[in-house]
């Protein structure tokens, strides 16, 4: 930035007040997580499982927004936990489809419960329309910068 540009102003920059508020999600949701052994991570690839039983370890690195080498080390944790399992061959080609054990869920049903009060929280000053419009406009800025602009006519 030369002299002479102006800076981003971060009181009102929106870039800067989503990152301040992830940070502080970020912060809250350890806080209740740490206590029950649980990392974000953690909690994420059980909730995706949970969601959606079979992911692959791409599937679940993608989903927690980590890398498959940091997925699969939490993965080998999880299987020795007795929280999550997987067949030792792959049934078709190399990908090992994981799934909750009857502990993992038990674990997760208690993690749920603290994540979702962090996030009602959150937005307890919004009325069900603002928070309803807030998921609009975030849906928004993530399409804007994930999917490839429209070709010009």
Do not use: W
């Not at 002299?3 to 870039?15: C, F, I, M, N």
């Not at 997925?71 to 078709?92: D, K």
């Not at 997760?108 to 309803?132: C, F, H, P, W």
């Amino acid at each position: 930035m030369s002299q002479g540009e102006p800076g981003v102003e971060l009181d009102t920059s929106l870039g800067y007040m989503l990152k301040a508020a992830a940070s502080a999600l970020h912060a809250a949701m350890e806080a209740v997580l740490r206590p029950l052994g649980m990392t974000i991570t953690h909690y994420a690839c059980l909730e995706l499982l949970a969601q959606r039983p079979g992911l692959s370890n791409s599937e679940l690195a993608r989903g927690a927004f980590v890398t498959r080498q940091s997925m699969n080390v939490l993965l080998q944790a999880l299987e020795r936990q007795g929280l999550v399992a997987r067949p030792a061959q792959a049934p078709v080609g190399r990908v090992l489809p994981t799934e909750l054990t009857a502990r993992g869920r038990g674990q997760l049903k208690v993690a749920s419960a603290a994540v979702r009060r962090v996030e009602q929280d959150m937005l307890a000053n919004l009325d069900t329309g603002e928070q309803d419009q807030m998921r609009r406009l975030l849906t928004a800025c993530i399409t804007a910068l994930t999917e490839p602009p429209a070709p010009a006519t």
